[in-house]
């Protein structure tokens, strides 16, 4: 794993069971709603922001409970207004991959996503939007009970 890679770590104060479930399946209250959970290695979820036709699949590679989440990007159409065709597979075959550690009353959550990287033509929007739904939603969800997942516009 490169240091290039997209990463960063939050203290929550939730348990490291809760922080696993929402890395599974509680996608819904801090990022996006996937079309079905993530429960089980060989699991596949596909996330979509609606209205737009965005959206990236997930396989789950490893679960350890309360300690280890590991997803890899098996399709992804990333539509971005002025962004080249190119940006569109870039998440193709990355991994997102998600440390638990408890650390006294707290949770460390270590997050890399292997493969997301200043190289790639989304970098910048790849990581405003991780700082926002991992440092900020993410982290709120476990903390207060309330993310701020995407919702679509009504």
């Not at 350890?64 to 989440?69: D, W």
């Not at 993410?138 to 516009?153: C, F, I, N």
Request: glycine share 6%.
């Amino acid at each position: 794993m490169s240091a290039e890679n997209y990463s960063r770590t939050i203290t929550v104060t939730a348990s490291p069971d809760e922080a696993f479930r929402a890395l599974t399946v509680g996608f819904e209250h801090w990022w996006t709603k996937p079309d079905q959970p993530i429960i089980k290695v060989g699991d596949r979820a596909k996330f979509d922001f609606p209205p737009a036709i965005s959206y990236w699949t997930f396989e789950a590679t490893q679960l350890l409970q309360g300690e280890c989440i590991e997803l890899e990007c098996t399709d992804a159409l990333h539509i971005h207004e002025g962004q080249p065709r190119a940006i569109e597979r870039e998440w193709l075959c990355t991994k997102t991959i998600w440390r638990i550690k408890a650390r006294g009353e707290n949770t460390d959550i270590h997050f890399e996503h292997v493969g997301l990287n200043p190289s790639l033509l989304c970098f910048g929007i790849c990581e405003a939007g991780w700082d926002f739904f991992f440092v900020d939603s993410l982290k709120a969800y476990l903390d207060t009970g309330v993310g701020k997942p995407h919702r679509a516009p009504e």
